[in-house]
């Protein structure tokens, strides 16, 4: 079928605009994108997207000039879901297909690469000038080991950006990291919710030698939910 029919019939998670079509996104992100503090003109720099998705990110990296590889995975299964949560099948469609029509859609060059960020390295894809981290951690079971791998993906003076959600208020006024075990959580696959100073400090234990909080803001999903982010900017030496 041809792309901007197909367009026109999946389900999106991102909104984003094809060439005169606006799909219906379970997020749209186009009001947050000033939140990040990613650089204006990012001409001649290498960049890496963790979980790209239906690819918000990855176009807009590539629209300020970057090289862009976006990881995510197509077979849910694979993903740190809890077992009792765990799909059993192959999903209708695997979740690239969106990012493959867009890419086509847009003319994109921005390259998708079926891999987990545990198993992404350095020998495989090179080192990047920026990594960037859009709302995955909270995702996943493993997250220090997470930025332990974006640590060795980000080349010497370069950068990472990461927003995540942060554990709720009061959780933030401790004195020290610490997460709320979240398995089971209803609406969302989530294990752990750091609190800001524990994405912090897993930066900073990852090899980023500063860890700036860039800022705070809430994003509101089409669905009619709300997830506070913090956006952490970690620059390696
Ligand atoms: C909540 S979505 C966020 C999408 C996008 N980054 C954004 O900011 O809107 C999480 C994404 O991370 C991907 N993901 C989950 N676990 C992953 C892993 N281990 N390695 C790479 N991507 C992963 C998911 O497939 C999904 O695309």
Redesign the pocket.
């Known amino acids: 079928m041809d792309a901007r029919a197909e367009a026109r019939q999946i389900t999106w998670?991102?909104t984003l605009e094809l060439d005169g079509f606006t799909t219906s996104g379970t997020?749209d992100?186009r009001p947050y994108v000033k939140e990040y503090g990613i650089p204006e003109d990012l001409s001649g720099k290498r960049v890496l997207?963790?979980?790209?998705?239906?690819g918000?990110?990855a176009f807009e990296l590539e629209r300020r000039g970057a090289e862009v590889i976006a990881?995510?995975?197509d077979d849910?299964r694979?993903?740190?879901w809890p077992p009792r949560r765990r799909p059993t099948t192959f999903p209708e469609h695997a979740?690239g297909r969106g990012f493959a029509i867009a890419k086509e859609i847009l003319g994109s060059k921005a390259e998708r690469v079926v891999?987990?960020?545990?198993?992404?390295t350095p020998e495989e894809l090179g080192q990047f000038d920026l990594v960037f981290?859009?709302?995955?951690l909270?995702?996943?079971r493993d997250q220090l080991l997470?930025y332990e791998r974006m640590g060795g993906l980000t080349k010497s003076g370069g950068m990472l950006i990461s927003?995540e959600e942060p554990a709720g208020g009061l959780m933030n006024l401790l004195p020290f990291a610490a997460s709320r075990y979240h398995a089971d959580r209803e609406a969302?696959v989530v294990f752990w919710l750091p609190n800001r100073r524990a994405w912090k400090r897993m930066i900073w234990t990852a090899g980023y030698d500063r860890v700036d909080e860039h800022g705070r803001f809430t994003m509101k999903s089409n669905e009619g939910y709300d997830v506070p982010h913090v956006v952490l900017h970690g620059h390696k030496s």
């Open positions: 998670y991102h997020f992100l997207e963790i979980g790209t998705w239906d918000f990110w990881l995510d995975l849910e694979e993903l740190d979740r891999r987990s960020i545990y198993h992404a981290c859009g709302s995955v909270i995702h996943l997470a927003a969302a």
